[in-house]
């Protein structure tokens, strides 16, 4: 079913939950389960525990346009009370949803019969004390505030700023700037979009705020570029304090140079020093005090540099891989084709290839690291770059914000891998 492929995932700030959303408009919320008694190393696993319809399809008549209900980007907000909430939001609509459990209802009602029905006043003679009664555990998601008609283009980012009072939304040409209390107005932080569009030359990628300072986000382009603004410095950040973009070397310009170029996710490091770039071939690694080239790129797949012809043809080479730090920004991660994901250690410089499959999701099955070869012999342990299936490519994964354990959407499957416990 396509409507099930997973279009995000998410771990919330504790990691006891862990969001998808999918194509159907669908979020389920996993929640880790707490250790058993009896089985002190046995840490939890993700169970489901809640599942509900967060997008519908919808229809702008002024357009004639179908506005899918896929979830592109769900972003949780810290938990300040017993309840969860977090931000959804497909192509054009941002939601707000609550997420909180009930296991108690209220019994004996003054003005009401047990079905719900009003009574009549002149039949109650006695005064009744209600009473909370235990039942079933309910988990009910509700949406609490819905942010819409602010935005053109598609949406391809939602981040939330460190002073939990606002949000920004970023679609291919403008971002804008909420209040989490505000449906009705937005701001409009940045706006590229030239008097005429036929001068368009780039489009916002994506966009995320710095995790401590809540007056700096960056945002990426289709040219490759980050900018880093300040709204400090003025309401319209259309200028931005920082520009980094590595310049091209020029061995190895070809036809698909500028496509392969085009950003498809930044991520601040969370001590919020670094930013991480994923663009078609590389993950890239950026000091904010070094605008002029990243202080560390990683090479994800750079045997499909001689197959950019037959991606292109196959719109793969359009695919939106996304990046994650781990909760210590020393391993970053990023997904590939054949199911493989890449993790990269900063600090070790080693790096390993791990495939997300049904061989290898049985319980305590151990991952083992895979090997593409080019040409030539192939080991036996190897796959050749001629035999990668490029449907199943892995695009969202997440990390837990402060353990091993790691989240990777492939396809319609979630696999969720942990250090093993000794």
Not at 405 to 413: D, L, M, Y
């Amino acid at each position: 079913m396509a409507a099930d492929i997973i279009s995000t995932v998410e771990f919330n700030h504790t990691g006891e939950l862990l969001a998808t959303g999918d194509k159907g408009g669908r979020v389920v919320i996993f929640q880790r389960e707490q250790e058993s008694k009896n089985q002190v190393h046995r840490r939890g696993e993700y169970n489901v525990y809640s599942t509900f319809q967060s997008h519908e399809p919808e229809f702008d008549y002024l357009k004639s346009l179908e506005i899918e209900e896929k979830i592109n980007k769900i972003r949780w907000l810290p938990q300040q009370n017993a309840a969860y909430f977090l931000l959804s939001t497909n192509d054009k609509t941002v939601k707000l949803w609550k997420v909180s459990e009930r296991d108690k209802r209220p019994e004996g009602y003054n003005l009401k019969d047990e079905e719900g029905r009003l009574r009549d006043p002149a039949t109650i003679t006695t005064l009744r004390v209600p009473v909370l009664r235990p039942m079933d555990l309910m988990v009910e998601a509700t949406p609490r505030r819905v942010f819409a008609n602010a935005h053109t283009y598609h949406i391809n980012s939602i981040s939330v700023n460190s002073d939990y009072e606002t949000y920004m939304s970023a679609d291919d040409l403008r971002i804008n700037l909420w209040n989490f209390e505000i449906t009705n107005q937005s701001f409009n932080i940045v706006d590229i979009k030239p008097a005429n569009m036929e001068e368009l030359t780039e489009v916002i990628t994506a966009a995320e705020f710095h995790p401590h300072h809540c007056n700096t986000f960056v945002y990426s382009s289709s040219k490759g570029t980050i900018r880093l603004c300040d709204m400090r410095a003025s309401a319209l950040c259309d200028r931005h304090t920082k520009f980094f973009e590595e310049p091209e070397d020029p061995s190895n310009r070809s036809f698909f140079s500028e496509i392969i170029s085009s950003i498809s996710d930044v991520k601040f490091s969370h001590s919020g020093r670094y930013i991480m770039t994923r663009d078609y071939l590389t993950a890239k690694v950026w000091d904010l005090n070094m605008e002029n080239r990243p202080v560390e790129t990683y090479q994800v797949h750079d045997y499909l540099r001689s197959k950019l012809c037959s991606l292109y043809e196959n719109d793969c080479i359009f695919d939106k891989f996304e990046c994650v730090w781990n909760g210590s920004d020393s391993v970053i991660m990023t997904g590939s084709y054949n199911n493989f994901f890449r993790m990269f250690d900063r600090n070790t410089k080693r790096d390993v290839t791990l495939e997300a499959s049904r061989e290898n999701s049985k319980p305590r099955a151990i991952l083992k690291p895979r090997k593409v070869c080019v040409g030539g012999k192939r080991r036996k342990d190897e796959i050749s770059v001629d035999s990668l299936d490029f449907s199943k490519k892995i695009l969202h994964t997440a990390w837990h914000p402060s353990e091993n354990i790691i989240a990777v959407a492939a396809t319609n499957n979630l696999y969720i891998f942990q250090d093993k416990v000794n």
